[in-house]
Antibody, heavy 121, light 110 residues
Framework: QVQLVQSGSELKKPGASVKVSCKASGYSLTTYALHWVRQAPGQGLEWMGWINTQTGNPTYAQGFTGRFIFSLDTSISMAYLEIDTLKADDTATYYC??????????????WGQGTLVTVSS | QSVLTQPPSASGTPGQRVTISCSGSTFNIGSNPVNWYQHLPGMAPRLLIFSNNQRPSGVPVRFSGSKSGTSASLAISGLQSEDEADYYCAAWDDSLNGCLFGGGTKLTVL
């Protein structure tokens, strides 16, 4: 079945970097756009941006430029979220999600199970 | 701060009907379809309603969505204990050129 499987939890120190992976199965990664969504502890869902899986071109939401990098390895159906120079307030669960579209509108389905990134000294 | 406004909480007893509202603007809900997601703690968010009022396969018919102008609503009829979750509306925003999520509504089944 169509699913996205993410890498496991990470514990990092401030200033370090982290790379979260998201593996697509049951469909071709390059057929649909891939989005990233953050949920900080006790907070709601926050859209981080998306990556065009055909061209590799990323688009970042306001607040997620500079330290956040979306990338792909289409040979292994993998998408990545890398966060550089981690700060304590990067502590959150990060989700990848496929954008499915009917040509008129799009929606996120399915979602990965989430990757908890904890930044603490 | 989200520009899609949802009530932070809602509640109902088993069997009741509850509605969750989502208020936006002409740039988002007024111009684009609304999607709804259900999020249970520790789980992946789940698509509940797409394109304002369409249910994906596997979503019970007691979940329904509607949109009017710059507002949308999610209705849950025949409330069940397993419906206790956080619910989020989402829509594309043409001014931000990005996706917006509502702040989320925590539904409690009493």
């Amino acid at each position: 079945q169509v699913q996205l499987v993410q890498s496991g939890s990470e514990l990092k120190k401030p200033g370090a970097s982290v790379k979260v992976s998201c593996k697509a199965s049951g469909y071709s990664l390059t057929t649909y756009a891939l989005h990233w969504v953050r949920q900080a502890p006790g907070q709601g869902l926050e859209w981080m941006g998306w990556i065009n899986t055909q061209t590799g071109n990323p688009t970042y939401a306001q607040g997620f430029t500079g330290r956040f990098i979306f990338s792909l390895d289409t040979s292994i159906s993998m998408a990545y979220l890398e966060i550089d120079t981690l700060k304590a307030d990067d502590t959150a669960t990060y989700y990848c999600a496929r954008e499915y579209s009917n040509g008129v509108s799009g929606w996120l389905d399915p979602w990965g199970q989430g990757t908890l990134v904890t930044v603490s000294s | 701060q989200s520009v899609l406004t949802q009530p932070p909480s809602a509640s109902g007893t088993p069997g009741q009907r509850v509605t969750i509202s989502c208020s936006g603007s002409t740039f988002n809900i007024g111009s684009n379809p609304v999607n709804w997601y259900q999020h249970l703690p520790g789980m992946a968010p789940r698509l509940l309603i797409f394109s304002n009022n369409q249910r994906p396969s596997g979503v019970p018919v007691r979940f329904s969505g509607s949109k009017s102008g710059t507002s949308a609503s999610l209705a849950i009829s025949g409330l069940q204990s397993e419906d206790e979750a956080d619910y989020y509306c989402a829509a594309w925003d043409d001014s931000l050129n990005g996706c917006l999520f509502g702040g989320g509504t925590k539904l409690t089944v009493l």
